[in-house]
């Protein structure tokens, strides 16, 4: 079974600050890893996907995150934060086997950015 | 851009009445899903449907709940008989290619 977990259900960072969300899996086979926000009142939107190639991914409104298989984690990060980015983000993983391709989600981190 | 819906956004229902839970997946999408967030909780797989029939469901996913495409364009989750429990945000989301499920804003199931 796959699982991921989320360190932090709340971090907050200043404006212009460090943005490092965590997110550790756990999967008996090489996942796909996903990370998704959620901004208040709206749907989960894709930032990035791993998929095995590039262990370093680059995703939407300045984010990456870096797949490292040694430490099983995919942290989320972002050289300098905005007002804008504060938001939910969740972590999943996604197995590679059968048509469904269901997603285990983390139990989110809640980013706030301060001035 | 084209875009999951999701109506209602918000449902209140009394105890043991059904409820239908309406979503529009992207138009040419194949595959489809149902995820549930009881508040302060995380998001759960519920259950995901291809060519017109439920390929995997969760162990949430009982005979209270069933599902449904019943045209080209919408998808339908119906819960036969509401329990407290069942109070949570209910996302639907499609995919197209492999991998990215697109999600829709959610509806607000409140059970009273």
């Known amino acids: 079974a796959q699982s991921v977990t989320q360190l932090g259900s709340h971090v907050s960072v200043s404006e212009g600050a460090l943005v490092l969300l965590r997110c550790n899996y756990s999967s008996s086979v090489p996942p796909y890893l996903f990370w998704y926000v959620q901004y208040p009142n709206q749907g989960l939107q894709l930032l990035l996907k791993y998929t095995s190639a590039a262990t370093l991914v680059k995703g939407i409104n300045g984010f990456e995150a870096e797949f490292k298989k040694s430490e099983t984690s995919f942290h989320l990060t972002k050289p300098s934060a905005h007002m804008s980015d504060a938001a939910e983000y969740f972590c999943?993983?996604?197995?590679?086997?059968?048509?469904?391709?269901?997603?285990?989600f983390g139990t989110g981190t809640r980013l706030q950015v301060t001035l | 851009e084209p875009e999951v819906t999701q109506t209602p956004s918000h449902q209140v229902t009394q105890m043991g009445q059904e409820v239908i839970l309406r979503c529009v997946p992207i138009s040419n999408h194949l595959y489809f899903y149902w995820y549930r967030q009881i508040l302060g909780q995380k998001v759960e797989f519920l259950v995901s449907f291809y060519n017109n029939e439920i390929s995997e469901k969760s162990e949430i996913f009982d005979d209270q709940f069933s599902v449904e495409r019943p045209d080209g364009s919408n998808f339908t989750l119906k819960i036969r008989s509401t329990k407290l429990e069942d109070s949570a945000m209910y996302f639907c989301a499609s995919r197209g290619g492999p991998l990215i499920q697109f999600f829709g804003p959610g509806t607000r199931l409140t059970v009273l």
């Open positions: 999943a993983v996604s197995d590679r086997t059968g048509t469904a391709s269901k997603l285990t």
